[in-house]
């Protein structure tokens, strides 16, 4: 089984701030197959970042995506407002079965 | 544009049944992988099935499998989600979401959501 850590679990930030989420894979996973999502309460989750490091339509370029092997980043440059939610990383399990993994998310709360 | 609209949700008594729905606009339905997800309160977000193109090929997470039953219906652009036995546990917010293959699998529309209770 594929497990997805996020770290840390609550990121107090201000806005303007540089926010960096990390997530670490308990086996090594393919680039391929990581995303990210925003999760605000009450809304549909949005797809951020695919393929580690892809933008998602519309997304704005403060967000970007990166790693590989077991450890995974998700940057906001600077923060603004909107950006106050939860997020989570996933990845799509190919080696376990096509079973998606989400880890379990890291709230970016304001300072 | 995109939308994925779903219904059905309640409250239900633990070993009751429910159906899901979700419907779809935008694009063609029966080109897409289609996924079920759930947040229980207070939880992340975990993926509990989803259903290849034609409807062919389907996969469960353990918690749910030889309870829920995913199927769709492409003339209609449809998914649905049945759900049986259900327990405590598996009280959530579930959304429907399309699995769109060249980005890595990642899912890019999500629905808003259907409020599942079940309690005595």
């Known amino acids: 089984e594929l497990v997805l850590t996020q770290s840390p679990g609550i990121l107090s930030l201000s806005p303007g701030e540089r926010a960096t989420l990390s997530c670490r894979a308990s086996h090594t996973v393919s680039n391929t197959y990581v995303a990210w999502y925003q999760h605000k309460s009450g809304q549909a989750p949005r797809l951020l970042i695919y393929?580690?490091?892809s933008r998602a339509t519309g997304i704005p370029d403060r967000f970007s995506g990166s790693g590989s092997g077991t450890d995974f980043t998700l940057t906001i440059s600077r923060l603004e407002p909107e950006d106050f939610a939860v997020y989570y990383c996933?990845?799509?399990?190919?080696?376990?079965?096509?079973?998606?993994?989400f880890g379990p998310g890291t709230k970016v709360e304001i300072k | 544009q995109v939308q994925l609209v779903e219904s059905g949700g309640g409250l239900v008594k633990p070993g009751g049944s429910l159906r899901l729905s979700c419907a779809a606009s935008g694009f063609t339905f029966g080109d897409f992988y289609m996924t079920w997800i759930r947040q229980a309160p207070g939880k992340g977000l975990e993926w509990i099935s989803h259903i290849s193109t034609s409807g062919s090929t389907t996969d469960y997470a353990d918690s749910v499998k030889g309870r829920f039953t995913i199927s769709r219906d492409n003339a209609k652009n449809s998914l649905y989600l049945y759900m049986n036995s259900l327990r405590a546990e598996d009280t959530a917010v579930y959304y429907c979401?399309?699995?769109?293959?060249?980005?890595?699998?990642?899912?890019?529309?999500w629905g808003q959501g259907a409020l599942v209770a079940v309690s005595s």
């Open positions: 979401a399309r699995r769109k293959y060249t980005f890595g699998r990642a899912f890019d529309y």
């Open positions: 996933q990845q799509y399990g190919q080696q376990f079965g096509g079973h998606p993994a």
């Open positions: 393929t580690t490091s």
